[in-house]
């Protein structure tokens, strides 16, 4: 485990959004939502696009490539080194908004469990893609 102090925290969780938000913005990709420190997002909903999927391993590649960086910058301050791990999947899903009063937009389906399961059996700092 790590310990930080906060203004530690803050900071590296302001520079990790605020380049994760231009990668996604350079290559439209939708943010869905994050639970723990998981991170989901989709590309073509909810406006389908042609190339989706090329669109999301372009994004994955330069979210990889600002992560390795951040941690060179950082590893002179004596942080500690975060990873990811990546998975991506295509395929139907179903999408919504949910909630009453709290409004939220959320997908559902094999296509999301399948990019799941990816992502958490995929090695620390790689990009695993499944066969669909």
């Known amino acids: 485990f790590f310990f930080f102090k906060q203004k530690t925290a803050y900071e590296m969780q302001r520079g990790l959004v605020g380049s994760e938000m231009c990668i996604r913005d350079r290559y439209g990709i939708e943010k869905i939502k994050t639970i723990g420190d ?5 590309c073509g ?4 696009n042609d190339d989706h999927a090329e669109r999301m391993i372009r994004f994955a590649i330069a979210a990889l490539r600002d ?3 951040f941690n060179q910058d950082k590893h002179e301050q ?3 080194q ?6 991506i999947n295509t395929g139907p899903v179903v999408a919504g908004v ?3 009063t709290k409004l939220q937009y959320d997908m559902w389906g094999d296509s999301v469990n399948t990019a799941s399961r990816v992502q958490s059996t995929g090695l620390p700092d790689a990009i695993c893609v ?3």
């Open 38 to 42: 998981c991170y989901m997002c989709a």
């Open 45 to 48: 909903v909810p406006v389908a």
């Open 67 to 69: 992560l390795t960086f």
């Open 78 to 80: 004596e942080w500690p």
């Open 82 to 87: 975060l990873q990811v791990r990546i998975g």
């Open 98 to 100: 949910i909630g009453k």
């Open 130 to 132: 499944s066969n669909s």
